[in-house]
């Protein structure tokens, strides 16, 4: 999706008879909501424009009006659906925050220190190690959607922890959860697209 247009909320369920719905707030936040005039739903590849007709609630218990949708069988239908917006009419984020559609694409990048678990790494070389593709929710908070790079997957394949060769993989393409906190992730470059991250090992 386009980084200009960000997804703020999901729509849970129907709330009464005349149309409103529950909201789930990806922000945690509700404030931004009320400013909203016009928002775009997004089901299932599918794009629509709605007026926002109320706002009601907070973010704990959060609802909205639309027009054009006055039952609950017009409910179900965009139950599901993302709330898009243009990002000026996002939640603003504070500081170590991001906006997932941001932190998506990301190169995730490791800052050797020589030899790490039987790979042979030049000192202070940075390695790529695959690409950010989402951002989850975990039990203990949010998980970065990481696919493997075949480069690093490929020395993983080939040396196990004692440096020992093994037999290489079947070069599928291999999708792992690292944790997004601070034990595990370091610098944040929106501006060149990187992530950092601290400890090899968590992609093994």
């Not at 149309?19 to 509700?30: D, F, L, P, Y």
């Not at 070069?171 to 997004?180: A, E, H, I, W, Y």
């Not at 990187?194 to 090899?200: A, E, G, I, W």
Request: one cysteine or more; a negative charge; hydrophobic letters at 35%.
């Amino acid at each position: 999706m386009d980084t200009e247009r960000l997804v703020i909320g999901i729509i849970r369920g129907s709330h009464g008879l005349e149309g409103n719905v529950k909201v789930e707030s990806t922000s945690g936040e509700a404030d931004h909501f009320f400013d909203l005039t016009e928002v775009t739903l997004k089901k299932d590849g599918h794009e629509k424009t709605y007026v926002v007709e109320d706002v009601a609630g907070n973010a704990a218990n959060l609802l909205m009006k639309f027009k054009g949708i006055d039952s609950p069988e017009d409910t179900a239908k965009i139950r599901g659906s993302e709330i898009i917006v243009p990002r000026s009419m996002a939640c603003p984020c504070d500081k170590d925050e991001y906006y997932v559609e941001d932190l998506k694409q990301c190169t995730l990048v490791y800052k050797a220190s020589g030899r790490e678990n039987g790979l042979k790494l030049e000192k202070s070389a940075v390695m790529e190690c695959g690409t950010i593709t989402d951002v989850l929710e975990g039990g203990a908070g949010h998980l970065l959607e990481v696919v493997v790079s075949e480069s690093l997957q490929s020395a993983l394949n080939s040396t196990d922890e004692t440096g020992t060769s093994e037999k290489a993989g079947d070069g599928k393409k291999r999708t792992v959860l690292v944790p997004f906190q601070k034990e595990f992730i370091g610098t944040v470059d929106l501006k060149r697209h990187t992530v950092q991250l601290m400890h090899l090992w968590v992609l093994e």
